[in-house]
């Protein structure tokens, strides 16, 4: 797994969110669905899916979210 730095560095290094990226957090995938000006539309689910929660968010904070979260960027 990527340290807090490697993650932090390689969402700096992504200048925007682009529909269809796969991040990880732990046991948590987040698929982003829609990209608008100012919200993105993501999905959350384990790896094991019994239900899918859209979430609408502004991207300032699902950036923040995903440095918490240490995410990795699993597809594009």
């Known amino acids: 797994m990527k340290t807090r730095a ?3 560095s390689a969402l700096k290094a992504l200048a925007s969110f682009q529909k269809g990226q ?3 957090i732990g046991d948590l995938n ?3 669905t829609s990209v608008g000006k100012t919200l993105v539309h993501h999905r959350r689910y384990t790896i094991h899916p019994r239900g899918i929660q859209t979430t609408l968010t502004s991207k300032s ?4 979210y995903l440095m918490n979260g240490n995410a990795v960027l699993v597809a594009e």
């Open 6 to 8: 490697a993650a932090v």
């Open 22 to 24: 796969v991040w990880r």
């Open 30 to 32: 987040l698929a982003v």
């Open 61 to 64: 904070n699902l950036r923040k």
